[in-house]
């Protein structure tokens, strides 16, 4: 089983619709989840940071987290064009004071919003 | 703006050639990554540096070599350029333990 998992999609939706963005994950060491967004040709960026479960919100963003059923999802409400990219998500453990790093990215969902 | 840039934004180089990609920093932070990306593998770790002259290597770091002399910089060298290492070149820096990545906007590579 892999460690994260991301449906791939593509995922195409009207403008205005509510988008659902998932990811699995089986580690529950995995502490901190984020999600990122890519656009062609740029570097992903930082969209959302969350510690344990629980949700926040951002705007028109939403990130849940589930760590019962190890699952993760971003909510885009009233999508837009502009929101067309590609998610990435990403959860992370760290061993401990002064310990490393375990960093794992889900391998990103593209998105397209028509207008 | 993550303040993170990489150079070159794109480059063509011949197998066996060496290539150093450098990544650059202005928010002082202490780590700093390579990660390769690859259709249907997504985001795959080179190496990393967690302080000057502190480096160790990610799950993919085979044909590549990393230095850190500066806190600013992270230099990525391809010791000699194979068609594989054709790649879109990512580097990632962070402040603090638990903070999340901030990413730089990519070194597309092609290997002749």
């Known amino acids: 089983q892999k460690e994260v998992e991301q449906d791939p999609g593509p995922l195409s939706v009207p403008e205005g619709a509510i988008v659902s963005l998932n990811c699995t994950y089986s580690n529950s060491a995995f502490q901190y989840f984020m999600w990122y967004r890519q656009y062609s040709r740029k570097g992903p960026e930082l969209l959302m940071y969350?510690?344990?479960?629980g949700n926040k919100e951002d705007g028109r963003f939403t990130a849940q987290v589930d760590k019962s059923s190890k699952y993760i999802s971003l909510f885009i409400r009233d999508s837009q064009p502009s929101d067309s990219a590609t998610y990435l998500c990403a959860m992370s453990a760290w061993r401990g004071q002064g310990g490393s790093e375990k960093l794992v990215f889900g391998k990103g969902t593209k998105l397209t919003v028509n207008p | 703006d993550a303040g993170i840039t990489q150079s070159p934004r794109h480059k063509v180089t011949e197998t066996g050639t060496p290539v150093t990609l450098r990544c650059h920093q202005t928010e002082n932070h202490r780590y700093m990554y390579w990660y390769r990306q690859d259709p249907g593998h997504g985001l795959r770790l080179i190496h990393y540096?967690?302080?000057?002259?502190?480096?160790d290597k990610g799950e993919v770091s085979d044909g590549y070599s990393v230095s850190r002399s500066k806190t600013e910089d992270f230099l990525l060298t391809l010791e000699s350029a194979t068609s594989s290492q054709t790649s879109v070149y990512f580097c990632?820096?962070?402040?603090?333990?638990?903070?999340?990545?901030?990413f730089g906007n990519g070194t597309r590579l092609t290997v002749t």
């Open positions: 540096s967690y302080g000057v002259k502190d480096t």
């Open positions: 990632a820096a962070r402040g603090l333990d638990n903070s999340p990545l901030h």
């Open positions: 969350t510690y344990s479960s």
